[in-house]
């Protein structure tokens, strides 16, 4: 029985990843410096801003998947926040690949999630793919970051991907609780122009995905986990207000107010651009939700 260790496993993806893990029959471990914990999970502690981490996680994994990382949207950027948004991604992968390597573990392999934000906060025709290079903007340059240590890995022997997540659909929390709280209420309507497309993934693909990784040793590098349906903002967040039988407000809340809400990461929600999922399809992967209405049916049904 191999054992996979996910760090911020008590996160919304790390908790459901971890129960798909255990019904494959792996043993998981979940190495967090919450007290949160997941039912019928061993975890491991690790304080990461001390440099500490228990020895006995890194010892007893055979592939790690590294999730951790603070959210990207749940605060303004200041200069500390981007502090802390690089440090728990960037930091933490430095802190397992110092202890691998002192400890000697051979790794089957080192899976780290990442982000569409690679290809930065802009709206253009052009579909996004892997051999396209980060953008310079300060999502491209922190998702650049991020899968530079992913890779460091392969110095270790083992195999390394990288998954560039687009947003990532729940029944609870995230991006789209949010929204649909708004919807229920009645608020919804486009950002924007909303004109820009809307990368999204359901949650049970993101983890199919994860866990394609796991067992698919041909998996190397990196690999959008985007859905295929390619949707604009507006008729995202219309199709959140069908689903829930709310109105949708036709003025769209206006860039300016955006900004001076959200600062700067308020580009993260005023842009975007088509993602192509071909690789992970043509690698063998195929998506339970195929477009972003069936995810929402799945999801508010």
Known sequence: METILITGGTGVVGRHLSHGLAEKGYK???LSRSETKVPGIRHYFWDPVRNKIDP????????IIHLAGA???EKRWTKKRKQELYDSRIKTGELILENIRTSGRKLRAFISASATGYYGMTTSGKIYMETDEAAPDFTGELCRQWENVADRFSETGARTVRIRSGVVLTRRGGALGRISTLARAGLASALGTGKQYFPWIHVDDICGIYIKAVEDTSLNGAFNAVGPGHITNRDFMKAVAVSLNKPFIAPNVPSYVMRLVFGEMAGMLLEGSRVSPEKIISAGYDFRFKSAGDALKDLFG
Request: hydrophobic residues 55%; contains cysteine; negative net charge.
């Open 71 to 73: 959210n990207i949207g």
């Open 28 to 30: 998981v471990c979940i």
């Open 56 to 63: 006995e996680a890194v010892a007893a994994a055979d592939c």
